[in-house]
């Protein structure tokens, strides 16, 4: 099973970035990247922007915002790797997830994004989204 729709993306995808920038160690450490990052899904289709510097998440294109890097990937890649289940670098190897610009940058984000997958897993069991689970 897969998410449902855009706002389901948003929500557990998106809810995941929010979560970080409230942490106290994760959330600076991801504005000081500068990174404005973008998310391009789909089964379903669905696009998120994650402006690090302003701590924003946005539904869907921003006109006018000037991305660092796209990702590219099924949602289904999306949700394993925020449960720990996809490594980053082997992924874009074997074209699972694309990458477009700042490569580099990103593979700075994924040791942060490793404190998060608890916190992912357990969002989705507390909103009975076992279907979810790798």
Not at 6 to 22: C, L, N, P, Q, W
Not at 54 to 74: F, H, I, K, L, R
Request: aromatic share 8%; net charge negative; proline share 6%.
């Amino acid at each position: 099973m897969s998410f449902a729709n855009e706002d389901e993306v948003r929500r557990y995808i998106g809810g995941i970035f929010e979560t970080a920038f409230k942490d106290p160690e994760i959330g600076p450490k991801l504005v000081d990247t500068g990174i404005v990052l973008k998310f391009d899904f789909t089964e379903p289709d669905a696009v998120l922007i994650v402006d690090m510097p302003n701590q924003q998440v946005y539904q869907g294109d921003v006109p006018g915002t000037e991305c660092s890097a796209t990702m590219s990937m099924t949602c289904d890649v999306g949700n394993a790797y925020w449960q720990g289940k996809v490594n980053l670098p082997f992924a874009m190897a074997r074209g699972k997830i694309g990458v477009d610009g700042n490569v580099a940058s990103l593979l700075k984000l994924a040791p942060l994004g490793k404190k998060l997958y608890p916190t992912y897993i357990e969002t989705l069991k507390n909103d009975g989204r076992e279907d979810l689970l790798a």
